[in-house]
């Protein structure tokens, strides 16, 4: 079952990924001061692209719930790391820029996170316990990202434009990781043959959860790029679910000494790549223009001002 829950997993990702670039440039061609009001936002709604991104995201959410049936949150929800090279790769291209003349800040950054999420999800199928979701822990986990969600929104409002990206996203994520859970809390009550006691504040905490994570996408996609956006949701949404599951489910109860430390080494390297992206990104550098050499580094060009 664990097989067949990553291979969900993993074809939900490329959903994601392509569901991501779709709606980027979809809210990219639809403002143009990187300010996305009311207005804007109900113009998204009439944007094919968009449109076509939310039914690729929509896939890719329906295959993550399916695989949250079978297996744990720890080994789950950390294989959506795979959105974010095809994202890089897809985000490249429409720049019109080949994988070799990528800044080599931003390839060792994504190899960073992939390398990181990946040896952490090798780590946690090994030993992570499957464990059923209570009411009580749903309720706390409930809390906890209601009070993150906040905060990250509040500092997306406050921050300059690349940490703005990061808050927005990492807002989106908080609330993503907290779906995850609730979404296996249903699942497990729906393959074990009791839809009818499936509750209806879960559904709601849902529903409130992939709103307001969704909100927080659309401004992030409209602070920076789709590579880093999906960065932050591919490390901070795993992140989230794992910790939850770890604290409030149980799920490494049998993990030991060496494997818990392995797996915290893992993820403060996917942490690292994150913020390393969105320090070297060249859509994100604060000053200047950017060219890439032919040997792939990537050079600063300081403009002069003539008047």
Request: proline share 3%.
């Amino acid at each position: 079952m664990t097989t067949i829950a990553v291979l969900l997993a993993a074809a939900g990702a490329f959903g994601n990924a392509f569901g991501a670039h779709l709606q980027h440039g979809a809210v990219h061609a639809t403002i143009s001061d990187r300010k996305l009001g009311v207005r804007n936002q109900l113009r998204l709604v009439a944007n094919t692209r968009w449109l076509l991104g939310l039914i690729c995201l929509g896939g890719g959410t329906v295959l993550h719930a399916l695989s949250l049936g079978l297996a744990p949150l720890s080994v789950v929800q950390p294989v959506g790391v795979l959105a974010l090279p095809l994202t890089v790769l897809l985000n490249s291209r429409e720049s019109g820029i080949g994988l070799d003349r990528l800044p080599r800040s931003s390839v060792l950054a994504a190899l960073g996170i992939t390398a990181g999420v990946s040896a952490f999800v090798f780590l946690a199928a090994r030993t992570a316990t499957p464990t059923s979701v209570s009411s009580q822990a749903a309720g706390t986990a409930i809390q906890l990202v209601t009070v993150a969600v906040f905060s990250l929104g509040l500092l997306g409002l406050l921050t300059s434009r690349s940490l703005r990206c990061i808050a927005y996203a990492s807002g989106c994520a908080v609330a993503y990781g907290l779906v995850s859970l609730l979404l296996r809390a249903v699942s497990q009550q729906v393959t074990a043959g009791r839809l009818a006691d499936v509750q209806l504040w879960l559904l709601l905490g849902m529903g409130v959860s992939v709103l307001a994570g969704g909100w927080l996408l659309q401004h992030a996609y409209a602070s920076g790029p789709p590579d880093l956006v999906v960065a932050c949701l591919t490390v901070i949404d795993p992140l989230v679910a794992v910790g939850l599951g770890i604290g409030l489910l149980g799920e490494a109860d049998s993990v030991g000494p060496w494997t818990a430390v392995g797996e915290a080494v893992c993820a403060a390297v996917a942490c690292a790549g994150v913020f390393a992206l969105a320090r070297y990104h060249p859509e994100n550098r604060d000053s200047g223009a950017h060219t890439v050499a032919e040997d792939g580094s990537d050079r600063r060009v300081t403009s002069v001002d003539s008047s």
